[in-house]
């Protein structure tokens, strides 16, 4: 099956510094990778659907300048949180999507925790 | 607006049967998908269902009705590491996965 990976699997950072996450298709070519950010006991919330050459498309109410993704191949996106501060601490989910299974199935890292001190 | 429903907990025991419901109001729909989450972990996929009946796949099987806009997902001989959340998910006309916010399953002994 198709693999995702996420990196760093958790990262702590101070306040006002930024932190990068990379989420890579391992065996498949992903033209659209989302991100996701969940908080405890919560279900995931779409952050941004991100398509391979192009920006990005940010779900109502996240800060697209805050947020940077960056899709620069069809294996890799990057999210990178600016100036994080205390309340961006959260579970960070990437997904992505194998054009080669036909019901749109998305594959998903294992996830980036953030704590933001 | 877009809506899916399903209920926050359940408790189940060791070797019986539970079935969790999903209830959805979307703007189109491309299907329905049923995720595993262990806490701290992501979510891995269960089952997709994009046409009327049941699906079954092992010890979990998912049930979808478009007309009534519900599913159902169905395990059976629960086992101690079925313990997670559920997600329903239903991917509407423009291809993007709308949530449910997840039910949390107890199994206990």
């Known amino acids: 099956g198709a693999v995702v990976s996420q990196h760093p699997s958790w990262v702590i950072c101070k306040s006002g510094t930024s932190v990068k996450i990379e989420c890579r298709s391992l065996?498949?070519?992903?033209?659209?990778m989302f991100w996701y950010r969940q908080f405890p006991k919560q279900s995931l919330m779409l952050m941004a659907t991100?398509?391979?050459?192009?920006?990005?498309?940010?779900e109502q109410g996240v800060e697209k300048d805050k947020f940077l993704i960056n899709h620069a191949s069809l294996t890799l996106s990057t999210l990178t949180v600016t100036s994080a501060h205390p309340e961006d601490s959260s579970f960070y989910i990437c997904?992505?999507?194998?054009?080669?299974?036909?019901?749109?199935?998305?594959?998903f890292g294992p996830g980036t925790r953030l704590t933001v001190l | 607006g877009q809506n899916i429903d399903q209920p926050t907990e359940m408790t189940a025991t060791e070797g019986a049967i539970v079935q969790i419901n999903c209830t959805y109001q979307?703007?189109?729909?491309?299907?329905l998908f049923w995720y595993q989450q262990h806490a701290g972990e992501a979510p891995t996929f269960l089952s997709y269902?994009?046409l009327d009946g049941l699906e079954e796949k092992g010890r979990f099987s998912s049930f979808l009705s478009r007309s009534k806009g519900y599913s159902y997902l169905l395990l059976k001989e629960l086992q101690m590491k079925d313990s997670a959340s559920y997600l329903c998910?239903?991917?509407?006309?423009?291809?993007?996965?709308?949530w449910g916010a997840g039910t949390k399953l107890i199994i206990k002994p």
């Open positions: 997904s992505a999507r194998d054009p080669a299974v036909s019901y749109n199935e998305q594959f």
């Open positions: 065996d498949f070519q992903a033209t659209t």
């Open positions: 991100s398509n391979e050459g192009s920006k990005a498309t940010y």
């Open positions: 979307t703007s189109g729909f491309n299907g």
């Open positions: 269902n994009v």
């Open positions: 998910a239903v991917m509407d006309s423009n291809y993007q996965l709308i």
